[in-house]
C-alpha cells in the first residue's frame, strides 16, 4: 500500500540522522517521566481528586497523551500545513495523481513521534500493570478503541486547523488551544470541571468519548448501562468524518487563492 | 546599551508582524491558566490539609502563564542556533566585541520583548477573574517592588542559563536532545509542571539547591506574600549569586568552546 | 495540446508595514491590496512544440505555469489541456504531465535518489516494464549514474536538476512543464540540460513550456517565445523576429595607426575614444557596417576591426523596455 511505502521513505530519511533522533527521544523521555511525577506528587498531596482515584486519573492522563502523540505522529502533514504550503511542498501533492488527504497523512511522518507513542504505550502498560484491578480482555479492547478514538479527534482538530491554513498562510496557533489546551484539559475525568464545560468537550468536540466515559468502565464504576460506556469510543471516532469534509472544502479554495 | 534598545525594538516588531502566533499564544496561556485553576479547585475540595491555600495558587498560576515566555527555556534564538549549527558562526568570531556578552543581550532582549507584549493582556484577564480564581493583589506593597526585582533579575538568570545552550551546541552539533533536557527539568524545577509548594515536603531540598525555582516560583510566591520581606530580601541575593556564578562559569565555558570551533574552522 | 483562453487571476495581498508603530496597527487591522496576476492569457500550444516562456518577476509566468499544472484555479476563463480541465480533472489531468520547478526540490530530500524514483513509480502506477526502461534511458541520458543512490541532500545543485528532471518523466508524460530548469547551473550542466530538452522533446514527442531567465536557453532550444508581462501576453511569436527587431544594435571597435581626431560618422554613434582606438554603436537598420567601414578609412589609416553583436540579455532588456515592463 503505498501510505505504507510513503511512511518508509520517511522513516529511511529519518535514520539519516541517528543521533538527532536518539537524543530527542531521551529527551521526550525525561519529559514525560517528570510530567507523570508531577501527577503522582498531585496524589501525594491530596490522596483522590473529587471521587476519582490515581488509577482512573492516570488512565485518562496516559489515554489522552498518546492519543495526541498518535496524533501528531500520523498527522503531521496536517500539523505542519502551513509549512508545507509556504515550501510549496502542497503544490507538488496537487501535480500527484493521488487523493490529497491520504497524501497528507502521509507526508512526513516522524520516526521521532513515533518513539513519542511507544513511550507512552510502555507506560501505559506499566501504569495498568502496577495498578490495574481486575483487568479483562475486553476492557484491553475498549482501551485500545478509546485511544483510536482519541487519536482521531486530535487529528480532526489538526485537520480544521490545517484547513484554516489554507486561508491564511501563517500559521493558525489559535488550534493550539483545543489540541495542547485539549490534552491538558483532558488529561483528568472532565467531570470535574464546570458543567459547560463537561458538555462542550462531551458533544462538540467528543474528548469525553476518550476519556472519562470509557474510564469509568475499565475502572468498575458503571453499574447500568454499561454497554453504551463500552461503545462511548466509537461515537469519539466519528467526529474525524466532518473535519475530513472541512479540510477537503479548504484545500479546494486554496486553489482559487493560492500562495 | 544603544544595540540592546535595537535588538528589543527589532524582536518586538517581528512578534507584532506574527499577530496570529500572539494572540493565540496568550489565548493558550489563558486557557491553560483557567484550565489548571479548574483542576486545583477540584483537587483543593478533595484536601484541606494544604501548605498553600487557593487563593495564593491561583496568583501563582496566573503569573506563571503570564511570564510563560520568561521562564521558558523552550524558548530559544533559533537564528543564533543555525549559525551555530551551520557553521556561519566563524563569521561572529571576528566581530569586534567580546561575543557572549553580545549574544547574551541579544538572548535578553529577545525574551523581554516576548514577554513585553504577551504579559499584560494574560494578566488583566486574570484580575478579571473573581476571587479565589483570579489574580489577586499582591500582599504587601513592599512584597510587589521586591516581585519586581526578582522577576527583573529572572530575565538575566534565565538567559544566563539559556547560554548554556549554545555552550554545548559548539561542543556537539546535533546536542539539541540536550537542550530539550535542559527545558523540561527547568520547567519541573522551577513550578511549571506543578507548583513547587504542593511538591512533597522531601522535594523541597533538591528545589531549593537548584537555580530553577528562582525563574518563577520564588519572584511569584514575593507576590503572594508566601515568602515574607526577610525571605524575599535573602532569596534575591541567592538569585544574584546564581546569576554571578553561572555567567561567570558560561563565560569561562563559552570561551573555552568557542575556541574549539575556530580550530575547526567553524 | 494546450488551450487558455481568457485566463483572470486576481490575488489579494496584506499591505506591508513598517516601524513599530504599524506593526502594532496591523495586530487588529490589516490592509490588502489587490494585485492582477493575469489579465485575459490567452495561448495555444500545439503537440510537440517546444515554448520557451519568458518575462521580468512578477510578470505572471509562474502563476500561469500553476493555473495549467493543476495547482491554481483561475477567477475566469477556460483552459483545456488534453482535453481536461487541470483545475477540475486534477487527478486524472496530473498522470499525463510532468512538473519541475528549479527553486525546489520534488523529491525526497534525505533518501538516495534511486528510492525516490521507486516511490515515483508507485505514486504513478508505472508498470515495472515502462519504469525500468524509463530509467535506464534516463540515467544514460543524464548521466545520473555517479549519483543515482546518494541522497539528494549530497548531490551538487546540477545533479539535483537532473535527478529533479528525471523524476518528472519516469510516468512518461506527454507534456512537461520546466519552471527555470537552469537557475544556478555551471554552464556544462546548462548545455547538457538544454540538449536533453531537445532530445526528449524529438524522441519522445513531449510537448514542453519551458520558463526561463536565461535567454541562451531559448536560442539553444526553441524558436518559439511568449512573452508575459503584467499579467499580459505581449508577444508571442519566433525568437528570430525578437533578435531581428531588438538586435540591430552592433558595437563596432575600430583601431588606427595615428592619433587621430574623434571622426564623427552619421548612423553611428561614438561612445568611447582612446589614443588610437574608437568604440561606436551602429543602428544596422539605418546603414550598414560596410559603409561605415568604407567612410571611416576613407579618413585614417585602420589596423583593425572588430564587430560584436548585442548580447542576447540586451536584446531582451530592450525588448522589456520597448514593452515598458521592467
Not at chain 2, 544574584?240 to 575547526?264: D, H, M, N, P, T
Not at chain 3, 528532471?165 to 537557475?183: C, K, M, R, V, Y
Not at chain 3, 548580447?311 to 531582451?316: D, L, N, S
Request: charged content about 15%; overall charge positive; some cysteine.
Amino acid at each position: 500500500m503505498l501510505l505504507f511505502k510513503y511512511m518508509k521513505i520517511n522513516i529511511m530519511s529519518n535514520l539519516e540522522y541517528p543521533l538527532a533522533t536518539y537524543s530527542t527521544l531521551l529527551a521526550r523521555m525525561v519529559g514525560i517521566i517528570l510530567e507523570l511525577i508531577g501527577l503522582f506528587f498531585l496524589f501525594d498531596r491530596f490522596q483522590s481528586l473529587v471521587g476519582y482515584s490515581l488509577y482512573e486519573v492516570g488512565l485518562c492522563y496516559l489515554i489522552i497523551r498518546l492519543a495526541n502523540a498518535l496524533s501528531i505522529c500520523f498527522g503531521k502533514g496536517y500539523n505542519s500545513m502551513s509549512g508545507l504550503i509556504r515550501k510549496g511542498a502542497f503544490d507538488t501533492m496537487l501535480i500527484r495523481p493521488r487523493n490529497l488527504v491520504l497524501q497528507s497523512f502521509s507526508h512526513a511522518l516522524d520516526i521521532r513521534d513515533l518513539g513519542v507513542s511507544v513511550q507512552y504505550i510502555i507506560m501505559l502498560v506499566l501504569f495498568i500493570s502496577i495498578y490495574g484491578v481486575n483487568f479483562t480482555v475486553m476492557k484491553g479492547i475498549v482501551l485500545l478503541l478509546t485511544v483510536i478514538s482519541g487519536t482521531a479527534i486530535f487529528l480532526g482538530i489538526l485537520m480544521i486547523s490545517a484547513g484554516i491554513c489554507f486561508f491564511s498562510v501563517k500559521n493558525i496557533e489559535a488550534v493550539s488551544v483545543f489540541t495542547d489546551g485539549g490534552v491538558k484539559l483532558g488529561s483528568y475525568p472532565l467531570t470535574i470541571y464546570n458543567k459547560w464545560i463537561t458538555r462542550f468537550f462531551t458533544f462538540i468536540i467528543p474528548f469525553g468519548c476518550a476519556n472519562y466515559l470509557p474510564v469509568l468502565y475499565i475502572a468498575d464504576k458503571i453499574d447500568s448501562y454499561r454497554w453504551l460506556y463500552m461503545l462511548s469510543p466509537v461515537f469519539g471516532m466519528l467526529f474525524i468524518i466532518p473535519c475530513i469534509f472541512i479540510w477537503y472544502a479548504c484545500a479546494k479554495h486554496y486553489s482559487s487563492t493560492g500562495s | 546599551m544603544k544595540w540592546f534598545k535595537g535588538i528589543f525594538k527589532m524582536t518586538f516588531i517581528s512578534e507584532l508582524q506574527y499577530r496570529a502566533a500572539a494572540w493565540s499564544g496568550i489565548l493558550t496561556n489563558i486557557f491553560i491558566g483557567a484550565i489548571f485553576i479548574m483542576i486545583y479547585s477540584a483537587f483543593y475540595k478533595s484536601s484541606t490539609e494544604v501548605p498553600m491555600n487557593f487563593k495564593d495558587l491561583a496568583s501563582y498560576i496566573w503569573l506563571g502563564q503570564g511570564f510563560f515566555l520568561l521562564t521558558s527555556l523552550s524558548f530559544q534564538d533559533w537564528e543564533l542556533i543555525d549559525t551555530v549549527r551551520y557553521g556561519s558562526v566563524s563569521y561572529e568570531m571576528v566581530r569586534p566585541y567580546e561575543l557572549y556578552g553580545f549574544w547574551f543581550g541579544r538572548l535578553m532582549a529577545q525574551r523581554m520583548a516576548a514577554v513585553a507584549l504577551r504579559f499584560l493582556p494574560v494578566l488583566a484577564v486574570a484580575f478579571l477573574i473573581p476571587d479565589p480564581y483570579g489574580l489577586s493583589l499582591p500582599a504587601t506593597w513592599t512584597g510587589l517592588i521586591l516581585s519586581i526585582i526578582s522577576l527583573l533579575l529572572s530575565f538575566i538568570l534565565a538567559t544566563a542559563i539559556s547560554m548554556y545552550v549554545y555552550i554545548f551546541l559548539f561542543r556537539v552539533l546535533a546536542a539539541w536532545g540536550a537542550t530539550t533536557i535542559l527545558a523540561v527539568i527547568s520547567s519541573f524545577f522551577s513550578g511549571g509542571i506543578i507548583p513547587i509548594p504542593l511538591m512533597p515536603d522531601y522535594m523541597y531540598q533538591i528545589v531549593n539547591a537548584l537555580p530553577f525555582r528562582y525563574l518563577g516560583d520564588f519572584p511569584f510566591r514575593v507576590y503572594t506574600g508566601g515568602i515574607g520581606t526577610n525571605d524575599a530580601v535573602f532569596g534575591i541575593l541567592i538569585q544574584i549569586i546564581w546569576i554571578l556564578g553561572l555567567i561567570l562559569l558560561g563565560r569561562v565555558l563559552f570561551r573555552i568552546a568557542s575556541r574549539k570551533v575556530e580550530i575547526q574552522g567553524g | 495540446m494546450i488551450e487558455l483562453k481568457n485566463i483572470n487571476k486576481t490575488f489579494r495581498v496584506v499591505k506591508k508595514t513598517s516601524g513599530a508603530k504599524e506593526a502594532f496597527k496591523a495586530m487588529f487591522h490589516r490592509e490588502y491590496k489587490e494585485i492582477e496576476a493575469l489579465k485575459d492569457l490567452s495561448l495555444k500550444v500545439n503537440e510537440g512544440e517546444i515554448v520557451g516562456y519568458i518575462g521580468p518577476n512578477g510578470a505572471g509566468k509562474s502563476t500561469s505555469i500553476k493555473v495549467m499544472s493543476g495547482i491554481l484555479t483561475p477567477d475566469s476563463g477556460e483552459c483545456s489541456i488534453m482535453g481536461y480541465t487541470p483545475w477540475k480533472d486534477r487527478r486524472r489531468y496530473v498522470k499525463n504531465i510532468g512538473v519541475v520547478f528549479g527553486q525546489r526540490s520534488q523529491l525526497w530530500w534525505d533518501v538516495p535518489v534511486m528510492d525516490s524514483f521507486l516511490l515515483l513509480k508507485d505514486i504513478y502506477n508505472v508498470p515495472e516494464k515502462t519504469f525500468r526502461e524509463n530509467v535506464d534511458m534516463l540515467t544514460e541520458m543524464l548521466n545520473l549514474n555517479e549519483f543515482i543512490n546518494q541522497p539528494l541532500r549530497q548531490l551538487s545543485l546540477g545533479q539535483k536538476m537532473r535527478a529533479e528532471i528525471a523524476g518528472s518523466l519516469l510516468h512518461n508524460p506527454q507534456l512537461l512543464f520546466l519552471d527555470e530548469p537552469t537557475i544556478g547551473l555551471d554552464a556544462t550542466t546548462k548545455l547538457s540540460v538544454r540538449n536533453f530538452i531537445k532530445t526528449i522533446n524529438k524522441e519522445k514527442g513531449t510537448t514542453i513550456m519551458l520558463t526561463t531567465h536565461d535567454m541562451n536557453d531559448i536560442d539553444a532550444i526553441t524558436d518559439r517565445v511568449v512573452l508575459i508581462g503584467k499579467g499580459r501576453i505581449l508577444y508571442d511569436g519566433s525568437f528570430e523576429q525578437i533578435k531581428k527587431k531588438y538586435g540591430n544594435n552592433k558595437t563596432l571597435t575600430v583601431s588606427f595607426e595615428n592619433e587621430a581626431e574623434p571622426i564623427e560618422i552619421s548612423g553611428a554613434v561614438l561612445t568611447k575614444i582612446d589614443r588610437n582606438q574608437a568604440t561606436y554603436t551602429v543602428d544596422t537598420g539605418t546603414v550598414s557596417i560596410a559603409e561605415i567601414i568604407n567612410r571611416l578609412s576613407e579618413k585614417t589609416q585602420l589596423t583593425d576591426v572588430d564587430v560584436k553583436s548585442q548580447a542576447i540579455e540586451e536584446i531582451v532588456a530592450s525588448l522589456y523596455e520597448h514593452f515598458n515592463i521592467k
